[in-house]
Each structure stands twice: as structure tokens, then as C-alpha cells.
């Protein structure tokens, strides 16, 4: 009886001594064929190289619009994380969150184990990008500043994911729409001028290097403005009464616009108020850095051709 004992304890301890062996070896095999994976230098938005296993199989996405830009161009299957309010991919699996735009939570991000790191430069906490880095993640930086930007953008984005056909038929399917929007709206010999309110208390709009603004010149209009060289600037209504704009569009979050435009009536005098061309427009891809900006640009340019083009009456 001991004896049978004795040799069942044997054959269990050389059973989990096989299981051990067998996971050991598991994981040195998955670590060689990472070793063994080629690796990579692409060019970033910025014109930085970014060297990356290739193609990365784990994409962390820091920003919304990197979020979205990586779905458009084909890599849905490798993003592992994101930020909260970013926006997953339309799929079953959910992403781990790793914090805010702001505010990355550096355990979460490090056990997500990525291959490369998309960051949004102007939106994303420098100091955290800077300490990503030096960690060793590759720190990929995608911002793109016009529409027509966009595009190239996406098929960098494909270089850098593996992804180059999904991501070049995306860009060439936008390109086009950009194109027929241009041909149908753009064409104005006076374009009117425009307030973009983004928020109403405090007042911001946007500056001329926004990609809003861009939108604004596609639809045939001018962005009162456009000569402040911050993207999303805080102004005074005294100097919206000084430029006087021909129109005022509310980008407001949705159930907003109607409240922010009765503000504007308390000004009859202004020429966007007593013409009546005051448009609420709240479409959330509009605000987005995504592709999504585009389709938003269609629907604005159809919904400001109904106000009536040209400027206003003086």
C-alpha cells in the first residue's frame, strides 16, 4: 500500500513537473518568435521615426481621434486599451481603460503590454508621454492639423499598424468626398463670415490652425477668426459685435444649440441676428479629430447652403 502511494506522489510531481516544463517552454517560444518578429521605422505625423515590432499586435490609443483614426484605417483588431470617453471599436471585445487624456493610469498602460503607444500631442499630459518613453514603449504622435491632412494621416497610420490597404482605401474614399464638397461649396466669390461658437459660457471659438475652421472654408464660408493663432480661443462679445459675422453656428452638445443661439438675440443689431442666419449644428463628430469630421462637413455644408450664401446685408 505504501509502496502504491509512493508511486502515485512519483507520477503526480512528474506530471507537474511536465506541466512546468511544458509552460516554460510555451512562453520562451512566445518570447523568441517576439524576438524574432521584424521590426520597423515609420514617420509619424510629426516627422518623428518610430521604430515598432512589426506589425505591432498590441496598439494602445491615448486620444479619441487616434482611437478613431487606427478603426478607419484597419487596425480595430490590435487596439488592447484606450482612454475612457474614447470611443472603442465597434466590436464584442472590450478594451482596457487606462485613464484620461490627461491623466494615464501607468500600471494599466504597462500591463497592457503594448507594442507601440498613439498619443495625441496636443491633448495628452507631455510629462506622461515623455515617462512612456522612457519605459522603452515606441511612442507613435498622430494629429492631423487640416482636412485634406487627414488622408495621409490614415495611410501612415497603415504603415505603421500593417494595415495599408484598409488604410488606403479609407484615405482615398475621404480625399474624394473632400474633393466633391470643395467642387459643390467652396466656390464662393464672397464668402460669408461665420462665428463658430464652440462653448458659450465662457465664449470660445475656434482659431484659423483648427480643423473646424477648415471645415468652414470647405462650406464656402470664412471664420471670423481665423486670424488668432490659438486653436480654441477664449473671446469677449464685445469683439464678436466688432467683426460682426454673417452668421453664427452654435457647435454645441447635443439638446444645447437652440439655448446658445436665444443668447445671440439679446443683440438684435448684429447682422448674423437680424438676418436670422443663426444655425445650431450638433454633430459630435464635428468636434472629433477623427475621420468622422468629414461626413460632419457634409451635413454642415448642406445645412448653412439652406441659410442662403453670400454675406449678409450690411
Not at 136 to 159: F, H, M, W
Amino acid at each position: 500500500m505504501i509502496r502504491v502511494l509512493c508511486n502515485f506522489v512519483a507520477i503526480a510531481f512528474a506530471l507537474i513537473a511536465l506541466s512546468c516544463t511544458s509552460v516554460v517552454d510555451a512562453a520562451s517560444d512566445a518570447q523568441a518568435a517576439d524576438a524574432a518578429r521584424t521590426r520597423v521605422t515609420v514617420v509619424d505625423d510629426f516627422g518623428r521615426r518610430v521604430t515598432v515590432n512589426y506589425p505591432p499586435r498590441r496598439i494602445v490609443s491615448l486620444a479619441p481621434g487616434p482611437t478613431a483614426m487606427l478603426v478607419a484605417a484597419g487596425a480595430a483588431a490590435q487596439l488592447v486599451a484606450t482612454i475612457e470617453y474614447s470611443g472603442e471599436p465597434p466590436s464584442e471585445k472590450r478594451l482596457l481603460d487606462v485613464g484620461t487624456a490627461g491623466a494615464i493610469d501607468m500600471e494599466r498602460l504597462i500591463a497592457a503590454r503594448p507594442d507601440v503607444v498613439v498619443v495625441w500631442p496636443d491633448g495628452n499630459n507631455p510629462v506622461q508621454i515623455a515617462n512612456i518613453e522612457r519605459l522603452g514603449v515606441p511612442v507613435y504622435r498622430q494629429e492631423a492639423v487640416t482636412l485634406a491632412g487627414i488622408g495621409e494621416s490614415l495611410r501612415r497610420l497603415g504603415r505603421l499598424a500593417g494595415t495599408n490597404a484598409a488604410a488606403d482605401r479609407a484615405a482615398n474614399a475621404l480625399e474624394e468626398k473632400l474633393a466633391s464638397l470643395r467642387k459643390e461649396y467652396g466656390s464662393v466669390k464672397r464668402p460669408p463670415t461665420v462665428l463658430l461658437e464652440v462653448w458659450n459660457r465662457p465664449l470660445y471659438t475656434v482659431g484659423g490652425r483648427e480643423l473646424m475652421s477648415d471645415a468652414l472654408q470647405i462650406c464656402g464660408m470664412r471664420n471670423v477668426f481665423a486670424d488668432l493663432p490659438q486653436r480654441a480661443p477664449a473671446i469677449g462679445i464685445g469683439a464678436v459685435i466688432a467683426r460682426d459675422p454673417d452668421i453664427i453656428i452654435a457647435a454645441a452638445p447635443p439638446g444645447r444649440g437652440a439655448a446658445w443661439l436665444a443668447e445671440w438675440k439679446r443683440f438684435p443689431f448684429l447682422r448674423a441676428v437680424r438676418t436670422g442666419r443663426l444655425l445650431a449644428f450638433e454633430d459630435q463628430r464635428f468636434s472629433g479629430l477623427g475621420p468622422g469630421i468629414v461626413d460632419a462637413t457634409a451635413s454642415l455644408c448642406r445645412k448653412v447652403a439652406a441659410l442662403g450664401t453670400g454675406p449678409g446685408p450690411k
